[in-house]
């Protein structure tokens, strides 16, 4: 699945950013987080620097699209944490149902669940995930997580990151930096197993 979403459409039009402005989860960067029990937070961040720029249009804007996704998909699939822009940058936190809902509004690849699961989903995992941690386990181990992603993100997760694939840099023991270009049809997808 190949193309821009709305939130991606809106990071590379309207130049949407999302940061930490006082919530629980805060980022510099496009960043989805992964926490336990399910929950999925995004958040998009770029420049809102140009005298052009109109707050409340973006607002507008992401307000009527998590209005229309949620319209289709159910109350509670999406919805907006915090919007504002400070010093040049706006800040936007979405929180999402499940990773389908992320996948779906983002207009992206994405799982978040057990390496079983992803594999029963019909994900082909690669063979060539590195090892970034002294940890004696088996990437395909039945308790490890898995995040699948094809999307240019910060990728952070609640746990301790065990593999990842070439195009995962991993940052801290739960963060790891995706490298995706969504305009190239033979794009990668990247995968972060943890636990």
């Not at 319209?71 to 706006?90: L, M, P, Q, R, Y």
């Not at 779906?104 to 970034?132: C, H, M, Q, R, W």
């Not at 301790?160 to 694939?165: A, H, K, N, R």
């Not at 995962?168 to 969504?182: G, H, I, P, R, S």
Request: charged fraction near 25%.
């Amino acid at each position: 699945m190949k193309k821009i979403g709305k939130i991606g459409l809106l990071s590379a039009l309207a130049m949407t950013l999302l940061t930490g402005c006082g919530t629980e989860f805060s980022a510099d960067t496009d960043t989805v987080y992964v926490g336990k029990k399910g929950v999925i937070k995004g958040a998009n961040v770029a420049s809102f620097d140009k005298e052009y720029y109109d707050e409340t249009e973006l607002s507008d804007f992401i307000t009527d699209t998590v209005d229309t996704y949620v319209s289709k998909a159910g109350d509670g699939t999406v919805e907006i944490v915090e919007f504002a822009v400070e010093n040049g940058v706006a800040h936007v936190y979405l929180d999402y149902a499940a990773s389908e809902d992320y996948a779906e509004f983002n207009g992206v690849d994405f799982f978040a669940g057990s390496v079983l699961d992803a594999k029963a989903e019909g994900y082909e995992i690669p063979n060539n995930l590195t090892a970034v941690t002294d940890k004696e386990v088996a990437w395909d181990d039945e308790k490890n997580q898995i995040i699948i992603v094809g999307q240019q993100t910060q990728v952070r997760v609640d746990g301790t990151i065990l593999f990842v694939s070439p195009n995962a840099k991993v940052t801290d023991k739960n963060t790891a930096d995706v490298t995706y270009d969504l305009l190239d049809e033979n794009a990668e997808l990247a995968y972060i197993v943890y636990k």
